[in-house]
């Protein structure tokens, strides 16, 4: 008896959540019962988390960051939107699919959400760090590999470290594939340069999308003292975690 | 998304076992709220064939300062430190009355596991008053989305002076479809002697011909596995589910009032954010 009353009540909550789950009608996309949203107080506890960490961070960044599901879908023409009871704010996508997150205390209390003008399902929405682009494109060697204990150590103290035991293993610079020719060197301390291999791949090393063109600095290849120089600014750089 | 970071394992009980919440991450003068009904099913008593369906609240407030509601504790977080949590914790035990149904029951926040249920003798067992408790709680990330849980709360029982120390692992999954979060937990609740005798035991003065003198002392009372699956539907309405099987320990699975060693208890509710 109680089981079948138990069974009755569940199923007339769960019509109340259909009901109440329902949005506007579709218009841009954005507001598409179907699109894919974000709770705008559940990443911004993300990105606070990343501001209120304690140890060092000075080589790294956080973003917040659209990524597609399936390798075909790309980020072409896809868009994210700040959807609040009062505001509407696009937020611009890199060519990764990074945003600089708006720590908006207006859209936190509005219970906003970031909305995508694409299906639920078709793209995640995720933090993501990445080792800071430097303006001058020369970056020592012992820079890199502290930058990338540092998003390695990140993501251990946040929960985002993928299991088993990791290990920083290098860096990898992405570039667009439609943009000029990266040009990558590693100079050792006698002077000499040499030029990274170009590869093709994802802007990090848990991307599985085939979009970018791509230069990895990997440590063990290299002497531990020495300068990385690009010749143009890369899209990301992002830690290779092995 | 890092689990981890979603506060909303929200659960629908009167337990005594009180466990907190996150840490508030939000903007000075915030609040983040969730209010809602379901309804919970567990057995009347422990080993009775008949469950007993009825309504519970969903209540979890936190702000910015640190203050957190949930169900029946009410708590403040005071670390500044990453991955450390700790504060003072206060909880209402819900005691129980003659018919061993516990009082209070149906008011729920989050995490918090169920508690073995017994199975009482309606004529032998003396009502237990519901009761302020005080103490104070202290969780730590390891990283993975697994945190350790653990709170301390003395003032349980007639005569205040129970205590009950509940130390648990929560591992909350990632990599799930979107807008589906799953946590297990998995525990265990200390007891001091006062409070085993008052829940557990059995004076002379209470003896029948079902009921033999019975004197527990402290121990662990029980062990908990809890699965909780909350599915967002909107950033304003989430759906929280709750399955736990508890298993009555030492001398509370020893005593004359516990009839049976395993319970499960399936809680389930429609919350708003606001």
Known sequence: MSIRRLAIATALLLAAAGAFAQTAPADDG???ADAAWMSYRDAYRQMLRFEKYGKPKHFIQHHFQVVPKDKAAGMEGVRLLLQGRTMQLELPLDAAGRAVFPMSKAAYDENARLALNRKSGQYVFQPRVSIVVRADGVYEAADLRAACEQVLNYLRDSGQAPSGERKCAGVVFSYARNGVEPNVRFRGVDGQASRLRIDEGGAFSDDSTVAFRTVTYSFAEWPEKGQVITQTPPVAIGAVIR | ???RLLPVLLAL???????????PLMPD??????????????????GADDRRTRPSALVQFQWSN???????????????TPGLEYGPLLSVDPGR?????RKLSGIGGVDLPAYGILKFNPDDIPDIGARLTAGGFVNRYFGDGVRLTSSLLHGAGDDRRGLLWNVALQKTFAGLPAHHHVSVTAGVTWANRRYMQEY???LPSQTSASLRTYSPSAGVRDAHVTVNWNRELSPQWLWASQLTVARMMSEAADSPLTFRRNNLTVRT???YRF
């Open chain 2, 13 to 23: 009980s009167g337990s005594a076992i009180a466990q907190t919440p996150s840490a």
């Open chain 2, 66 to 80: 640190g203050v957190f509601l949930s169900g029946l504790n009410l708590g403040m977080h005071l670390s500044s």
């Open chain 2, 97 to 101: 009355d003659a018919s061993g149904t």
């Open chain 2, 200 to 202: 557990f035991g059995v």
């Open chain 2, 29 to 46: 003068g915030s609040r983040d709220m969730y209010l809602g009904l379901g309804v919970v099913s567990a057995p009347r008593y422990a």
């Open chain 1, 30 to 32: 954005f507001s598409a």
């Open chain 2, 1 to 3: 998304m890092n689990k």
């Open chain 2, 269 to 271: 509710g429609l919350a």
